[in-house]
């Protein structure tokens, strides 16, 4: 089975003709969140697809209208209106500003980047606002979660000091000096300011956030992610303490978070806690680069397992029956999204492999950034 040629297909039927691009091509969220189509068009880029990722960028530039909103979204409908949650989820600006760069980077299109530069200014300052304090403030960031989030996030601040660092490089291809040297230096004291301030010491391992320097969560593998650490011993300590405190035991992969740790109400473990393919897919990806064999051959293979029950469709995440069971029984805001992805799993579990049938569910599938982050963990050098 070719999974590479199946996240192409996936990706590309979820971009819309406006640009675009969907979390998921079958309506199950049927909205563009930028957090999720960033990372589709890190892929996209890398299957050179940049004039589909420039789309999506121009599709936003043309729908955040920042001088009415004052920040990026986290989700808009079809049709490029804001559809908000709540406000505020400040890993959106540089994952957006990372993007930008990122296509350029593959596509070589300098007149893409003069066509992005109002924008791109925007947007930086809007992280110079939110970061006053000398850290990222938001609201939520990877899990949209608020109790978890708010306040001084590790996604967050490492989203917004990649962004940061790539909107000078943006700045200096298109020779604008002062710009450069600004957010360059802005970069370098946000970079500063997380590694002061949001690594545990004691524990060697970057926090989640100021709030929570003791809880565990995948987003703490962010600095990593974003290639802002490249201290070796630094990842593989944390490789270790998220796989001792992540990996799901009974049926494999990656969980979130710790189940009722700290998250206790049973909304945030929509369609079971379970195990998460994009977060288990850049994991991979970073037992690749300290060549960690065993935990990387780990990752992959239930990843191909996935792929193998699910016909090739990467879910949003994979719950035991038990798991999913649990929150149907418990779940108290069940809305018409909820009842439709409920009906749609059950329905995807009876036809996919008999034998698997009884023992799990598939949530959201398939879903684009899933597939995006097995793309990059095969292409990405």
Same mark, same amino acid.
């Given at each position: 089975?070719?999974?590479?040629?199946?996240?192409?297909?996936?990706?590309?039927?979820?971009?819309?003709?406006?640009?675009?691009?969907?979390?998921?091509?079958?309506?199950?969220?049927?909205?563009?969140?930028?957090?999720? %189509?960033?990372?589709?068009?890190? %892929?996209?880029?890398?299957?050179?697809?940049?004039?589909?990722?420039?789309?999506?960028?121009?599709?936003?530039?043309?729908?955040?209208?920042?001088?009415?909103?004052?920040?990026?979204?986290?989700?808009?409908?079809?049709?490029?209106?804001?559809?908000?949650?709540?406000?505020?989820?400040?890993?959106?600006?540089?994952?957006?500003?990372?993007?930008?760069?990122?296509?350029?980077?593959?596509?070589?299109?300098?007149?893409?980047?003069?066509?992005?530069?109002?924008?791109?200014?925007?947007?930086?300052?809007?992280?110079?606002?939110?970061?006053?304090?000398?850290?990222?403030?938001?609201?939520?960031?990877?899990?949209?979660?608020?109790?978890?989030?708010?306040?001084?996030?590790?996604?967050?601040?490492?989203?917004?000091?990649?962004?940061?660092?790539?909107?000078?490089?943006? %700045?200096?291809?298109?020779?604008?000096?002062?710009?450069?040297?600004?957010?360059?230096?802005?970069?370098?004291?946000?970079?500063?300011?997380?590694?002061?301030?949001?690594?545990?010491?004691?524990?060697?391992?970057?926090?989640?956030?100021?709030?929570?320097?003791?809880?565990?969560?995948?987003?703490?593998?962010?600095?990593?992610?974003?290639?802002?650490?490249?201290?070796?011993?630094?990842?593989?300590?944390?490789?270790?303490?998220?796989?001792?405190?992540?990996?799901?035991?009974?049926?494999?992969?990656?969980?979130?978070?710790?189940?009722?740790?700290?998250?206790?109400?049973?909304?945030?473990?929509?369609?079971?806690?379970?195990?998460?393919? %994009?977060?288990?897919?850049?994991?991979?990806?970073?037992?690749?680069?300290?060549?960690?064999?065993?935990?990387?051959?780990?990752?992959?293979?239930?990843?191909?397992?996935?792929?193998?029950?699910?016909?090739?469709?990467?879910?949003?995440?994979?719950?035991?029956?038990?798991?999913?069971?649990?929150?149907?029984?418990?779940?108290?805001?069940?809305?018409?999204?909820?009842?439709?992805?409920?009906?749609?799993?059950?329905?995807?579990?009876?036809?996919?492999?008999?034998?698997?049938?009884?023992?799990?569910?598939?949530?959201?599938?398939?879903?684009?950034?899933?597939?995006?982050?097995?793309?990059?963990?095969?292409?990405?050098?």
């Amino acid at each position: 089975m070719d999974l590479i040629k199946k996240g192409k297909e996936i990706i590309l039927s979820s971009q819309l003709k406006n640009g675009g691009i969907l979390a998921t091509p079958n309506g199950t969220y049927p909205y563009i969140y930028p957090r999720d %189509a960033v990372i589709m068009t890190k %892929a996209l880029n890398r299957l050179d697809l940049t004039g589909n990722s420039k789309k999506f960028y121009y599709f936003l530039k043309n729908f955040c209208k920042i001088e009415q909103y004052h920040e990026v979204f986290h989700r808009y409908n079809i049709n490029g209106l804001p559809c908000v949650t709540r406000k505020n989820q400040n890993d959106n600006e540089g994952l957006v500003l990372h993007g930008i760069y990122d296509t350029y980077f593959y596509s070589k299109d300098k007149i893409f980047l003069e066509e992005m530069w109002f924008f791109v200014n925007q947007i930086v300052n809007l992280i110079f606002k939110y970061s006053k304090t000398g850290l990222v403030k938001t609201s939520q960031s990877i899990h949209e979660f608020y109790r978890l989030e708010n306040g001084y996030d590790i996604w967050a601040n490492s989203a917004c000091c990649r962004g940061l660092y790539d909107a000078a490089k943006i %700045a200096k291809i298109l020779k604008h000096e002062e710009e450069y040297k600004k957010w360059q230096k802005k970069a370098e004291e946000l970079h500063k300011n997380i590694n002061k301030k949001l690594f545990d010491k004691k524990l060697q391992v970057y926090m989640k956030n100021t709030r929570l320097k003791k809880v565990p969560d995948i987003s703490q593998i962010a600095p990593f992610y974003f290639e802002l650490e490249n201290s070796n011993k630094k990842l593989k300590k944390t490789l270790k303490y998220l796989k001792e405190n992540l990996w799901h035991k009974e049926i494999g992969g990656f969980r979130r978070f710790r189940q009722f740790e700290l998250v206790v109400d049973w909304h945030w473990y929509t369609g079971g806690s379970g195990s998460w393919c %994009a977060f288990t897919s850049f994991m991979a990806r970073l037992y690749k680069k300290t060549e960690d064999k065993k935990n990387y051959n780990e990752c992959l293979k239930w990843l191909n397992s996935t792929a193998k029950r699910t016909k090739g469709l990467f879910p949003e995440h994979v719950s035991t029956r038990d798991e999913y069971n649990d929150w149907k029984n418990h779940e108290i805001e069940f809305n018409t999204r909820l009842i439709n992805g409920s009906k749609e799993s059950e329905k995807l579990a009876k036809t996919f492999s008999k034998k698997d049938k009884k023992k799990y569910i598939y949530w959201a599938t398939p879903l684009g950034w899933s597939h995006a982050e097995y793309i990059l963990l095969k292409k990405q050098p």
